[in-house]
C-alpha cells in the first residue's frame, strides 16, 4: 500500500519568492511514479509535474520542479517566483507499479501567495 | 482536445432521491476513475475502469453507490438513495496507459458538487 505525507497545512510567501512543498512518501513498490496536482479555488484538479521512481533527473515543466530525493523518500515540489495565481491547495499523490493506476493523495498544503 | 467533462456541475436533492453523476473521458484514454473528495477524508478513490471494465472497486463505499461504463465515452456513479453523508465533490479522471509510465497522467473533470439536504 502507498502512503502520502503533506506536513505542511498552510504556507504563506510574499509574492515573488520561491517556495517548496513538502512531501514524503512510502511505498514497497520498487516502480512508481508521483505527481502533483494544484486545486485553485474555483475546485478544478490541474496536473502540474511527475516523476518517475527511476528517472534520474529530478523533473521540471516551467517554473514548477521536483526535488526527489528517492532514499529518503521525497518529492518535494519547488516554485520559483511565486505569483499571485499560485495561491490554491497543493496534493501530492503517488500512483504504485504501472499495472496499478490508483493514485493516493497526500491531505494537502493550502499556499497563499501575499502581494 | 476537450478535457474531461462532468455533469451536472451542482446537484442538490433531498435524502432518499436518486443521484446519476455522468462523465465523458478525454478521447482515446483507457482509464477512468471515480473520486470523492470531503474535508474530513480528503480525496479518495472509489472506482476505477480499464477498457470499460471496472478493476477496483474496493474505495466505494457501499452497496447504495454503482458505477457503469457503458462504452469508452461514457460513465455514470449512481447513488439511490443518497443521504447527507454522501455530501462532496465527484471527480471523474481519466488516463492512457498504452504509452508507458509518464503518459499515464490523470486528468481531471471539474467536478460535481453533490448536497443532499
Known amino acids: 500500500a502507498q502512503k502520502i505525507t503533506q506536513t505542511q497545512p498552510g504556507m504563506f510567501v510574499q509574492e515573488k519568492e520561491a517556495v517548496t512543498l513538502d512531501c514524503t512518501y512510502d511505498?514497497?513498490?520498487?516502480?512508481?511514479?508521483l505527481f502533483w496536482y494544484k486545486q485553485p479555488s474555483s475546485g478544478e484538479m490541474i496536473f502540474l509535474i511527475y516523476?518517475?521512481?527511476?528517472?534520474?533527473q529530478n523533473a521540471t515543466e516551467g517554473r514548477y520542479s521536483l526535488n526527489f530525493q528517492k532514499a529518503r523518500k521525497s518529492a518535494n515540489l519547488v516554485i520559483s517566483a511565486s505569483q499571485l495565481g499560485d495561491s490554491a491547495m497543493y496534493f501530492c499523490?503517488?500512483?504504485?507499479?504501472?499495472?496499478?493506476?490508483?493514485?493516493?493523495f497526500g491531505q494537502g498544503t493550502r499556499l497563499t501567495i501575499n502581494p | 482536445d476537450a478535457g474531461v467533462i462532468q455533469s451536472p456541475r451542482h446537484e442538490v436533492t433531498e435524502m432518499g432521491q436518486e443521484v446519476t453523476l455522468r462523465c465523458k473521458p478525454i478521447?482515446?484514454?483507457?482509464?477512468l476513475f471515480w473520486y470523492r473528495q470531503t474535508m474530513m477524508r480528503g480525496l479518495e478513490l472509489l472506482i476505477y475502469?480499464?477498457?470499460?471494465?471496472?478493476?477496483?472497486d474496493s474505495g466505494m463505499p457501499e452497496d447504495r453507490f454503482s458505477a457503469k461504463m457503458p462504452n469508452a465515452s461514457f460513465s455514470t456513479l449512481k447513488i439511490q438513495p443518497s443521504e447527507p453523508r454522501d455530501s462532496a465533490v465527484y471527480f471523474c479522471?481519466?488516463?492512457?496507459?498504452?504509452?508507458?509510465?509518464?503518459?499515464?497522467?490523470?486528468?481531471f473533470g471539474p467536478g460535481t458538487r453533490l448536497t443532499v439536504l
Open positions: 516523476q518517475g521512481s527511476y528517472d534520474e
Open positions: 479522471a481519466s488516463s492512457f496507459l498504452a504509452g508507458g509510465p509518464r503518459t499515464d497522467t490523470q486528468y
Open positions: 511505498t514497497s513498490d520498487q516502480s512508481y511514479g
Open positions: 499523490a503517488m500512483r504504485g507499479w504501472l499495472g496499478a493506476q490508483k493514485l493516493v
Open positions: 475502469f480499464n477498457n470499460n471494465v471496472p478493476i477496483d
Open positions: 478521447s482515446g484514454h483507457d482509464y
